[in-house]
């Protein structure tokens, strides 16, 4: 798994919902509990603790901002610090099956 790799798959989910309106992000995910939004702010948190661990920072909770359609910009933000921080390619795998795997909620 390469940076690419993951900047791909981070692509795919932010082109398939950076188009939604608040309706869509507030209807319940298709597994799992919580609405749509709140499954890709779960991604964007993970993400965000991943690359903190991978930097030796300690985690902190990413803003959960008013408006659900932030999220997919903040989804990019977080994939490119993590990817920034250049972890193991076994970290990659973990991040891109996180994303594929939100994608397949929504």
């Known amino acids: 798994m390469t940076d690419e790799d993951l900047g791909r798959t981070v692509d795919l989910l932010t ?3 950076s188009h939604w309106e608040a309706p869509r992000w507030a209807a319940p995910a298709a597994a ?11 991604l964007v948190q993970r993400l965000a603790d991943l690359a903190a661990d991978v930097e030796g920072r300690v985690r902190q909770e990413v803003p959960r901002l008013a408006n659900d359609t932030a ?3 903040q989804l990019r933000v977080m994939a490119a610090d993590l990817i920034a921080a250049h972890p193991a390619p076994e970290l990659l795998v973990v991040a891109a099956t996180d994303v594929a795997a939100v994608r397949t909620l929504l």
């Open 32 to 42: 799992g509990e919580g609405t749509r939004g709140d499954a890709v702010y779960r």
């Open 71 to 73: 999220l997919p910009d």
């Open 15 to 17: 082109r398939q919902v």
